[in-house]
Nanobody, 128 residues
Framework: QVQLVESGGGSVQAGGSLRLSCAASGYTVSSYCMGWFRQSPGKEREGVVAIASVGRTSYADSVKGRFTISKDNAKNTLYLQMNSLKPEDTAMYYC??????????????????????WGQGTQVTVTS
């Protein structure tokens, strides 16, 4: 049974940083693609960033240069380092995982239906 458990969310002032973690069980983070999504009240869930098994990454324009996705294969954990946070980054953040061969070179990674497993989310609140 695959489980993805996010942690690391919280409240931070604008300009601050947070690091989100997504611990996986029943799934090997090094083997397939994984991603981070976020959803604000009243808005659709949007793809933030994804990473392929070989390490190739793709970011949404809104977070390029501020967010960094990474994996620790030994800990079987996915991370999202978020710097220079803005109030508009406030959202519930979810990690997601794919269970097939994949890459992040196309825009498919932005589609929720592309992913097989989801975590329960962790809240990030950025105050001005």
């Amino acid at each position: 049974q695959v489980q993805l458990v996010e942690s690391g969310g919280g409240s931070v002032q604008a300009g601050g940083s947070l690091r989100l973690s997504c611990a996986a069980s029943g799934y090997t983070v090094s083997s397939y693609c994984m991603g981070w999504f976020r959803q604000s009240p009243g808005k659709e869930r949007e793809g933030v960033v994804a990473i392929a098994s070989v390490g190739r990454t793709s970011y949404a324009d809104s977070v390029k240069g501020r967010f960094t996705i990474s994996k620790d294969n030994a800990k079987n954990t996915l991370y999202l380092q978020m710097n220079s946070l803005k109030p508009e980054d406030t959202a519930m953040y979810y990690c997601a995982a794919v269970l097939r061969r994949c890459d992040v070179g196309s825009r498919l990674w932005r589609q929720q239906s592309w992913y097989n497993f989801w975590g329960q989310g962790t809240q990030v609140t950025v105050t001005s």
